[in-house]
C-alpha cells in the first residue's frame, strides 16, 4: 500500500508536533512502527536532545512490556530500569490517571494497538485517560492505528446497566472502528471538554485486515498470539463467561475452546451442521498448561476462519455455546462473579453487554432470531451517534 502509518511519520519527523512540550505517553510493548521500531525508543532521541521532555510513561493491562501472562493480574509501575523513566500502571491500583500522576504533563500522547473488540481493555484505558485529562486541561493527542478487522461490524451493542471495564460506554461488540475513531467517538459523546487531537491514519481501505497493509502483527497481549486469533476474540471471548477453557494455558487461545465432558467429534459435528460462514470446528483434544483445567485433557474443537469475509464471530460463539449448553448442559456451568473489577453481574452478562444473549444461549433461541436483534441494535446505535469519520 502507499500510505504510511502515523508512527512511522512521526518517528521521521523527529516528533516534530510535540516540540517544546513536556509530555506523557500511553503505550506498550507493541507500539512499533513497520521497522519494529519501538516508539519509546524512538522518542527518547528528541527528548535526550532537550526537543521535548517525557515526563512520564503510562502501561495498560498486561503491563508496559506485556509481562502479565495469565488474565485479570494486576501490575504496579515504577521506575523502568532501561530507560530511567518513571511508569505508572493503569491497570492495578488505578485504572484513570491520577492528577498527581498528570502532575506537570502538557500533553498526553496516546499509541495502543487496539484488536476492534469492546472487550479489549485497552480503548477503555485510552476513554479513562481522556475522561482524566478533561477537567486538567491537558490535551491528549491519539496516534491512530488501522483497525486489524478490518471495518465490519457485529454483535449486540452494550447496555449501559451492564457496564465493566470490558466495556464502559456503549458500543457493539465488533465495533469496526480505530482507536482514533473511537477516541473521536469518546469526545463526541462522552467527553466533551477533552481537547482531542488524532492524527488519523489516512489512507487505509476499510476492507483491509492487518495483514493487508504495511503494519506488522505484534502481539499486543500474551494471550492474543495472532491475527487469526484476534478475528475469532469478539465472539469466543465470550466463553470466559463460563466454566469452559476458552484456550488459555495453550498455544492458540480462544481458536482452541472445550472442557473435559465435551466429545469433540459430536460436538464439531453438531456445530458444523448448522452452516455457519466463514468458518469451520475441527475435534480437537488438548490439556491445557494453566488456567482453567490446568493438566486435564478437554474435548472441544479448533475453530478454523476460512471465509474473513463472511464469518460472523459473534453469531459463532453463541451458536456454539447453544450446541454445548443443548447436549452436555448437566455438566455446562455459567463462570460466577467477579470478573473484572464487577462483584455482582454474571460475567457473561457483562461481557455480552445484557442478559438476553445468555437468555438466547439458554433457550436456543434461532440463530436467524439472534442475528435480527444484533442488526436492530447497531441501527439504532448508528441513529444515535454519527460516525466519528464524520469528523
Same mark, same amino acid.
Given at each position: 500500500?502507499?500510505?504510511?502509518?502515523?508512527?512511522?511519520?512521526?518517528?521521521?519527523?523527529?516528533?516534530?508536533? %510535540?516540540? !517544546?512540550? &513536556?509530555? *506523557?505517553? @500511553?503505550?506498550?510493548? $507493541?507500539?512499533?512502527?513497520?521497522?519494529?521500531?519501538?516508539? =519509546?525508543?524512538?522518542?527518547?532521541?528528541?527528548?535526550?536532545?532537550?526537543?521535548?521532555?517525557?515526563?512520564?510513561?503510562?502501561?495498560?493491562?498486561?503491563?508496559?512490556?506485556?509481562?502479565?501472562?495469565?488474565?485479570?493480574?494486576?501490575?504496579?509501575?515504577?521506575?523502568?530500569?532501561?530507560?530511567?523513566?518513571?511508569?505508572?500502571?493503569?491497570?492495578?491500583?488505578?485504572?484513570?490517571?491520577?492528577?498527581?500522576?498528570?502532575?506537570?504533563?502538557?500533553?498526553?500522547?496516546?499509541?495502543?494497538?487496539?484488536?476492534?473488540?469492546?472487550?479489549?481493555?485497552?480503548?477503555?484505558?485510552?476513554?479513562?485517560?481522556?475522561?482524566?485529562?478533561?477537567?486538567?486541561?491537558?490535551?491528549?493527542?491519539?496516534?491512530?492505528?488501522?483497525?486489524? %478487522?478490518? !471495518?465490519? &461490524?457485529? *454483535?449486540? @451493542?452494550?447496555?449501559? $446497566?451492564?457496564?465493566?471495564?470490558?466495556?464502559?460506554?456503549? =458500543?457493539?461488540?465488533?465495533?469496526?472502528?480505530?482507536?482514533?475513531?473511537?477516541?473521536?467517538?469518546?469526545?463526541?459523546?462522552?467527553?466533551?471538554?477533552?481537547?482531542?487531537?488524532?492524527?488519523?491514519?489516512?489512507?487505509?481501505?476499510?476492507?483491509?485486515?492487518?495483514?493487508?497493509?504495511?503494519?506488522?502483527?505484534?502481539?499486543?497481549?500474551?494471550?492474543?498470539?495472532?491475527?487469526?486469533?484476534?478475528?475469532?476474540?469478539?465472539?469466543?471471548?465470550?466463553?470466559?463467561?463460563?466454566?469452559?477453557?476458552?484456550?488459555?494455558?495453550?498455544?492458540?487461545?480462544?481458536?482452541?475452546?472445550?472442557?473435559?465432558?465435551?466429545?469433540?467429534?459430536?460436538?464439531?459435528?453438531?456445530?458444523?451442521?448448522?452452516?455457519?460462514?466463514?468458518?469451520?470446528?475441527?475435534?480437537?483434544?488438548?490439556?491445557?498448561?494453566?488456567?482453567?483445567?490446568?493438566?486435564?485433557?478437554?474435548?472441544?474443537?479448533?475453530?478454523?476462519?476460512?471465509?474473513?469475509?463472511?464469518?460472523?464471530?459473534?453469531?459463532?460463539?453463541?451458536?456454539?455455546?447453544?450446541?454445548?449448553?443443548?447436549?452436555?448442559?448437566?455438566?455446562?456451568?455459567?463462570?460466577?462473579?467477579?470478573?473484572?473489577?464487577?462483584?455482582?453481574?454474571?460475567?457473561?452478562?457483562?461481557?455480552?453487554?445484557?442478559?438476553?444473549?445468555?437468555?438466547?444461549?439458554?433457550?436456543?433461541?434461532?440463530?436467524?432470531?439472534?442475528?435480527?436483534?444484533?442488526?436492530?441494535?447497531?441501527?439504532?446505535?448508528?441513529?444515535?451517534?454519527?460516525?466519528?469519520?464524520?469528523?
Amino acid at each position: 500500500m502507499a500510505w504510511t502509518p502515523v508512527l512511522d511519520r512521526w518517528i521521521d519527523e523527529g516528533f516534530a508536533a %510535540l516540540e !517544546g512540550q &513536556r509530555i *506523557g505517553l @500511553v503505550c506498550n510493548q $507493541a507500539t512499533v512502527d513497520t521497522r519494529f521500531q519501538h516508539i =519509546l525508543d524512538a522518542i527518547l532521541v528528541p527528548h535526550r536532545e532537550g526537543h521535548l521532555h517525557v515526563q512520564v510513561v503510562f502501561g495498560p493491562q498486561h503491563g508496559l512490556w506485556g509481562f502479565q501472562q495469565d488474565n485479570m493480574i494486576e501490575w504496579e509501575g515504577g521506575v523502568d530500569p532501561r530507560t530511567g523513566l518513571v511508569v505508572h500502571s493503569l491497570y492495578g491500583e488505578h485504572r484513570e490517571p491520577t492528577p498527581a500522576m498528570l502532575e506537570g504533563i502538557e500533553r498526553l500522547v496516546v499509541d495502543l494497538p487496539d484488536i476492534g473488540s469492546r472487550y479489549y481493555t485497552f480503548m477503555w484505558t485510552l476513554a479513562l485517560c481522556m475522561k482524566a485529562c478533561a477537567p486538567l486541561g491537558i490535551p491528549v493527542t491519539v496516534l491512530d492505528r488501522p483497525n486489524p %478487522l478490518g !471495518g465490519r &461490524r457485529e *454483535g449486540p @451493542v452494550l447496555d449501559p $446497566a451492564f457496564d465493566s471495564f470490558v466495556g464502559l460506554l456503549p =458500543l457493539p461488540t465488533r465495533h469496526g472502528w480505530t482507536l482514533g475513531e473511537l477516541a473521536t467517538h469518546f469526545q463526541r459523546a462522552h467527553f466533551p471538554a477533552c481537547e482531542l487531537h488524532v492524527v488519523r491514519c489516512e489512507g487505509w481501505n476499510r476492507a483491509d485486515h492487518l495483514d493487508e497493509t504495511p503494519l506488522p502483527w505484534v502481539v499486543p497481549s500474551p494471550n492474543m498470539p495472532t491475527l487469526e486469533t484476534a478475528m475469532v476474540y469478539p465472539g469466543m471471548c465470550l466463553l470466559e463467561g463460563t466454566q469452559l477453557s476458552e484456550g488459555r494455558g495453550t498455544t492458540r487461545p480462544f481458536e482452541i475452546f472445550g472442557a473435559p465432558f465435551i466429545d469433540a467429534w459430536a460436538f464439531c459435528d453438531a456445530a458444523n451442521a448448522l452452516g455457519l460462514p466463514g468458518c469451520w470446528f475441527r475435534p480437537y483434544v488438548f490439556e491445557p498448561t494453566f488456567h482453567k483445567f490446568a493438566g486435564q485433557t478437554c474435548g472441544g474443537a479448533f475453530l478454523h476462519v476460512t471465509d474473513r469475509t463472511t464469518f460472523e464471530p459473534v453469531l459463532t460463539a453463541i451458536a456454539a455455546l447453544q450446541v454445548i449448553v443443548q447436549r452436555w448442559g448437566d455438566a455446562f456451568e455459567w463462570r460466577p462473579a467477579p470478573y473484572e473489577y464487577e462483584f455482582e453481574k454474571r460475567p457473561i452478562d457483562i461481557l455480552a453487554g445484557n442478559s438476553w444473549v445468555r437468555e438466547a444461549i439458554e433457550g436456543n433461541t434461532p440463530l436467524p432470531a439472534v442475528r435480527e436483534r444484533m442488526a436492530d441494535e447497531l441501527a439504532a446505535f448508528d441513529r444515535r451517534y454519527p460516525d466519528p469519520r464524520l469528523y
